[in-house]
């Protein structure tokens, strides 16, 4: 079973910056998609970022240029730093990662960390 815990999250004025982390219990992370998504009042979860031991990170187009996602395997950790945030930046943030093993993909999900965006 992988647990996952995010921090960072909280109150910050138009214009400012959060990071938020995901630490990763077990020993697949290295092996694991991680992503971030995001659920806004009244709004469908939507992904945000995605990145990939060795790869190239991935962004929803609403966040190009603003969020950047990395990670640190040694930490078994997943980090999202945003930047020139705007009021409709605000929502749980979740990490999830998905590792696939004997060809099923299993998916692990985050408690959730409320980042709200003032104007």
């Known amino acids: 079973q992988v647990q996952l815990v995010e921090a960072g999250g909280g109150l910050v004025q138009a214009g400012g910056s959060l990071r938020l982390s995901c630490v990763a219990s077990?020993?697949?992370?290295?092996?694991?998609?991680m992503r971030w998504y995001r659920q806004a009042p009244g709004k469908q979860r939507e992904l945000v970022a995605s990145?990939?031991?060795?790869?190239?990170?991935n962004y929803a187009d609403s966040v190009k240029g603003r969020f950047g996602i990395s990670r640190d395997n040694a930490k078994n950790t997943v980090y999202l730093q945003m930047n020139s945030l705007k009021t409709e930046d605000t929502a749980v943030y979740y990490c999830?990662?998905?590792?696939?093993?004997?060809?099923?993909?299993?998916?692990?999900w985050g408690q959730g960390t409320q980042v709200t965006v003032s104007s």
């Open positions: 999830n990662a998905a590792v696939r093993r004997d060809g099923v993909t299993n998916d692990y």
């Open positions: 077990g020993s697949i992370f290295s092996r694991a998609v």
């Open positions: 990145i990939i031991t060795g790869g190239w990170p």
